[in-house]
């Protein structure tokens, strides 16, 4: 069954049961409040009739009385003597009915009465009541009122023909507001389910195009956003392989051919035979770095990858991983400067943050032209440790900033593994940071330089 169907039912079957219970309850209100106020009326008139005829007990009184008493055939007004004896009544009685009155007499004359007498089936009560008329303390007869409530009887038919055409209109609406929703909520809903089956079998263009503000509008934006999310990272995972793929065909093209080399030529020199093995040498552990920079990152995005924390001086570990790369900087002319205010201890896993910082210092040393000059500045406050990597490279292109944390991204397209890194190592440091519950942040301006700002916290 279709939602707009099930909706139209719900709102249908609801608004009937509200109708029902509204005429119900309002039928018994009205019915209770009717009867109270016609047994109050009829009280009150036999109370009067009762005062007048006990003055003056002449014929003219009470030929007066019944007279008074003609408002229509749904009332029977009767006087009866002390014997319960026909007098006077204000329409003709049938005999049959006038036997049922004095036997309800009878039984009830001892004092003044009202009750309602199920005279009908499926009709409300007639309501009987009975005032004696006494002269000098004796009963001399009895005043006796059958009051219908046929009146009652046609607002209840009335009643029942106003739930009926409610009813009716009620189903007219719940057809109206079936056609509406198979427009305004099933419509949308039916593109968005096409969309899914499409973005389940790896079509990720699909174009909702949400129009309002309401809750489905805002799933299509969900939907929408998640498709292209989704085609991100199959292209970032296509990209992904091709990129392993290419670094690894590299290494291992030469290393092939080399191996070749010497396996064929028996006649190789000493020296061709130790420039070869130097070469595979080389290429074998540049596989190693890019396989185990792979295997880092697999176990980083499988969250199979801890950390252990303790506190350690932490202007040591820079001082002490920048005299790892100071050989490399006099090589190539390069000035390393640390620039620390005072010890500083924070609580890192030490072996993670070393591989960060000379990830860090690495990047920078390729960057940076003979002459120049790197500096690691660390410096904290009350809760934070912040430690900046500055260089005098020749900086990042605007552009290419916000994608420098992607896998095998490299802002000189024409630099290889073979010639720089991995292209692995910014979005492994990145990760490496946010395991501290730390930041780290990037600014670059084109031929001035990049300042790499690591923040952690103290504990």
């Known amino acids: 069954m279709k939602l707009a169907v099930k909706l139209s039912l719900f709102v249908f079957i609801s608004s009937m049961i509200g109708i029902i ?195 489905i509008a805002d799933l299509m934006n969900h939907i929408s956003s998640m498709a292209e999310q989704l085609k991100e990272y199959r292209d970032s995972r296509q990209q992904f392989l091709s990129n392993v793929s290419h670094d690894l065909r590299t290494p291992l093209t030469y290393i092939k051919a080399y191996a070749a080399l010497l396996k064929e030529e028996k006649s190789s020199t000493e020296k061709d035979i130790k420039e070869h093995s130097t070469i595979i040498h080389s290429e074998a552990i540049r596989m190693e770095r890019l396989v185990n920079d792979l295997f880092q990152l697999m176990k980083l995005d499988e969250g199979n990858f801890t950390i252990v924390k303790q506190e350690i001086d932490f202007s040591s570990l820079v001082a002490n991983t920048l005299q790892k790369v100071k050989v490399n900087a006099e090589e190539k002319k390069v000035e390393l400067i640390f620039i620390a205010t005072d010890k500083i201890i924070a609580n890192v896993d030490g072996e993670r943050m070393e591989q960060v910082i000379l990830n860090l210092v690495t990047n920078s040393l390729r960057s940076t032209k003979p002459g120049g000059n790197i500096e690691a500045i660390l410096k904290q406050n009350s809760t934070k440790v912040i430690l900046q990597i500055k260089d005098s490279g020749q900086g990042i292109p605007e552009e290419d900033l916000p994608f420098i944390w992607d896998r095998f991204y490299r802002v000189d397209k024409s630099r290889s593994s073979k010639t720089g890194g991995s292209g692995l190592g910014l979005s492994i440091i990145r990760q490496l940071i946010e395991l501290h519950n730390g930041e780290i942040s990037v600014k670059s301006r084109l031929g001035e330089g990049t300042v790499f700002t690591i923040t952690l916290n103290k504990d």
């Open 21 to 215: 219970l509204m005429s119900v309850s309002f039928y018994q209100v009205s019915k209770s409040f009717y009867k109270t106020q016609l047994q109050n009326d009829i009280e009150y008139r036999m109370k009067a009739h009762r005062e007048v005829i006990e003055e003056d007990m002449s014929e003219h009184t009470l030929h007066h009385v019944v007279l008074m008493e003609k408002r229509g055939p749904n009332t029977s007004f009767i006087i009866f003597d002390s014997g319960f004896q026909f007098l006077e009544s204000n329409y003709p009685i049938p005999t049959e009915q006038l036997a049922l009155y004095k036997e309800w007499l009878e039984k009830n004359s001892k004092a003044e009465r009202t009750e309602f007498v199920e005279t009908i089936a499926h009709h409300l009560p007639h309501i009987w009541s009975l005032t004696p008329l006494e002269e000098d303390g004796r009963v001399v007869g009895y005043l006796f009122i059958d009051q219908d409530t046929g009146e009652f009887e046609l607002a209840k038919t009335k009643l029942l023909a106003i739930s009926v055409i409610m009813g009716v209109f009620t189903l007219l609406l719940s057809a109206v507001i079936t056609v509406y929703l198979s427009k305004k909520l099933t419509s949308p809903l039916i593109k968005v389910r096409n969309s899914t089956r499409k973005i389940a079998k790896g079509e990720f263009d699909v174009d909702l195009s949400p129009r309002g503000n309401d809750e």
